[in-house]
């Protein structure tokens, strides 16, 4: 049997590592691959994030990180090329990351699964929160009547929107959302009602008091260039919502929030669009 070694990467592997992700799904690495690597390294340099690689001879064959915020952990990255897949490498991936985050105290996990892997983490005692389906935003912003100048453009993080962050999620991202803002990513803010951040054509996380104000964040961040976003399909989504959108649904770029261990007190009804599907 072979043996296949799991360890941290190094600074000079996260290129690499970043490539053989987008190869596990079947994705093309994205032509600006030098500013998802310098996200990825400030997220281990800001001890927020921590990556595990899986090798074999030398090759990396899988990958994983977990984040953490406070007594929050949350998985991501998760991915085995597809000719290494069967042989355990991904749970033992997994096993790692999840001895980490009891070295860290957590006691909330959470984690995007697929559809074909969430019968695995159902074995761990992990249970489904709701869908996160990648949409396609429309090229033009529907008119909907609405005053864009309402809606500011922010290069900081004011105190209540991390308030409000923290309310809908349930735990504390100050630090996270302050380093996103710090590597250039905007904020669209609608008063003090929501906020969206826009990075790299994605609007996500969207968080608001209403869909009148989410809609606001929505076309000011079309007319920025936000071309697709994760939305949150969970039973407080306005049902009414895609329609006045004309969101366009991305096959096969889904997965199911799972949680593991003590209840957060989120409030789904405030959360419109994830960010990522590793850090929510």
């Known amino acids: 049997m072979t043996n296949f070694n799991i360890r941290e990467p190094t600074n000079k592997e996260i290129s690499s590592i970043i490539?053989?992700?987008?190869?596990?799904?079947?994705?093309?690495?994205?032509?600006?691959?030098?500013?998802?690597?310098?996200?990825?390294?400030?997220?281990?340099?800001?001890?927020?994030?921590?990556?595990?690689?899986?090798?074999?001879?030398?090759?990396?064959?899988?990958?994983?990180?977990?984040?953490?915020?406070?007594k929050v952990s949350t998985y991501g990255y998760l991915a085995v090329l597809p000719e290494y897949r069967g042989k355990g490498i991904g749970t033992d991936i997994f096993i790692n990351l999840m001895d980490i985050s009891n070295e860290l105290k957590s006691e909330t996990n959470l984690l995007?699964?697929?559809?074909?892997?969430?019968?695995?983490?159902?074995?761990?005692?992990?249970?489904?929160?709701?869908?996160?389906?990648?949409?396609?935003?429309?090229?033009?912003?529907?008119?909907?009547?609405?005053?864009?100048?309402?809606?500011?453009?922010?290069?900081n993080v004011p105190d209540w929107v991390l308030a409000l962050d923290k309310e809908a999620m349930g735990f504390d991202r100050t630090k996270y959302l302050k380093l996103r803002i710090k590597l250039g990513d905007r904020i669209l803010v609608f008063k003090n009602d929501g906020y969206g951040l826009l990075a790299n054509k994605r609007l996500g996380p969207l968080i608001a008091r209403n869909m009148e104000v989410a809609q606001h964040i929505i076309e000011k961040s079309i007319k920025l260039g936000a071309e697709?976003?994760?939305?949150?399909?969970?039973?407080?989504?306005?049902?009414?919502?895609?329609?006045?959108?004309?969101?366009?649904?991305?096959?096969?770029?889904?997965?199911?929030k799972m949680v593991h261990g003590k209840v957060i007190p989120e409030k789904l009804d405030l959360l419109y669009a994830i960010g990522t599907f590793a850090k929510g």
């Open 228 to 256: 697709h976003s994760i939305i949150a399909e969970h039973q407080y989504l306005p049902k009414n919502f895609f329609k006045t959108m004309s969101f366009t649904k991305m096959e096969d770029r889904g997965s199911i």
């Open 112 to 155: 995007y699964a697929s559809k074909l892997g969430e019968p695995n983490y159902k074995k761990l005692g992990f249970k489904r929160r709701f869908y996160g389906e990648m949409y396609k935003l429309p090229i033009q912003s529907p008119n909907l009547g609405i005053d864009l100048k309402e809606v500011n453009i922010l290069r």
């Open 19 to 70: 490539k053989v992700l987008y190869s596990a799904f079947g994705r093309t690495p994205p032509e600006d691959i030098k500013v998802e690597e310098k996200i990825w390294k400030a997220l281990i340099d800001n001890e927020i994030g921590k990556f595990l690689v899986s090798e074999e001879k030398g090759k990396i064959v899988g990958l994983g990180g977990i984040f953490s915020f406070g």
